[in-house]
């Protein structure tokens, strides 16, 4: 549960959190390092929960767009996976 407190405060909302609905708390660790983008976590809508993790060699200004499809299209998928 601490944990889950710790990463909820993320305040960084551009990578994998943009390809969320409203909805969905997400609990998740960002980071960059040279030409590297990363994020992970824990994403929980009520109804679905899972955990994402994606580690790019790209720079920055290039993943967001990739993070934020990417995104949220495994949430779609989980979300027609659990009414299946």
Known sequence: MQMKVLLGRQ???????QGLPLNAMYY???GWWSYW?????????????YIISCFTPIPEKEALPIMKELSAKVYALMKWRSRN
């Open 28 to 30: 998740n660790k960002t």
């Open 37 to 49: 983008t990363n994020d992970a976590g824990i994403v929980d809508d009520g109804e679905i929960k």
């Open 11 to 17: 305040l960084d909302k551009s990578k994998l959190a």
